[in-house]
């Protein structure tokens, strides 16, 4: 089936800095991803779609200016949480429909940030 | 999206079949019923979806009532690395891209 590459699976940094997550489509070309946020013992949490060549859109309460999203390919999205805190601390997952479109979502394997 | 209600925890013994229930009382009838799970620290991954008539693939069976009301996702033989949150999902298919709105699921425990 189609895979989802997500990288770094986990990262700990200081609070302050910032951190970029990669979310590539390895055999298939996605113009859309979905980010998703999950805190511990919690459901996942779309923070925001990414749409190749414009902006992307957010959902409410997520802020765009600490959550930049890129998505300047077809196979790749960034999210870089910038100055971190801990609270940002969160289990951050990417998806991306198969063939581009529709319902069916592949899942990045997602990345664990902890902030310091 | 049709709102759905699941069991907050179920246990199976390893080699039998679980079968985890989803009520999904006020789906309209072009909305699809889908499931995932998702393994602990892991991204979700899907396992099947269906409209109305019963679908089977290599991973699980899903039976959906006749008024489609509810539905079962069905693993024939539970092995202990099906022990995950199993989510059960319903929506109108758009022909473009969608986002999935997980609820809290069924987390499945499959005992040695």
């Known amino acids: 089936g189609a895979v989802v590459s997500q990288h770094p699976s986990r990262v700990i940094c200081k609070s302050g800095t910032s951190v970029k997550i990669e979310c590539r489509s390895l055999?298939?070309?996605?113009?859309?991803m979905f980010w998703y946020r999950q805190f511990p013992k919690q459901s996942l949490m779309l923070m925001a779609t990414s749409n190749e060549g414009s902006k992307a859109t957010y959902e409410q309460g997520v802020e765009k200016d600490k959550f930049l999203i890129n998505h300047a390919s077809l196979t790749l999205s960034t999210l870089t949480v910038t100055s971190a805190h801990p609270e940002d601390s969160s289990f951050y997952i990417c998806s991306a429909p198969q063939g581009g479109s529709g319902e069916k979502l592949f899942f990045g394997s997602g990345t664990q940030l902890s902030v310091l | 999206d049709a709102k759905t209600t699941q069991p907050p925890s179920m246990d199976c013994a390893e080699g039998r079949a679980a079968n985890l229930p989803c009520n999904h009382s006020t789906i309209s009838g072009n909305e699809y019923v889908y499931w995932y799970r998702q393994i602990h620290s892991q991204g979700p991954q899907y396992i099947i979806h269906g409209l109305k008539n019963n679908e089977t693939n290599e991973m699980a069976s899903l039976i959906i009532t006749e008024d489609r009301k509810s539905s079962t996702l069905i693993l024939p033989h539970a092995t202990l690395r099906d022990t995950a949150v199993y989510y059960c999902?319903?929506?109108?298919?758009?022909?473009?891209?969608?986002?999935?709105?997980f609820g809290s699921g069924t987390q499945l425990t499959v005992l040695p």
């Open positions: 999902i319903v929506l109108r298919p758009s022909g473009s891209a969608r986002q999935l709105t």
């Open positions: 055999d298939f070309q996605a113009t859309t």
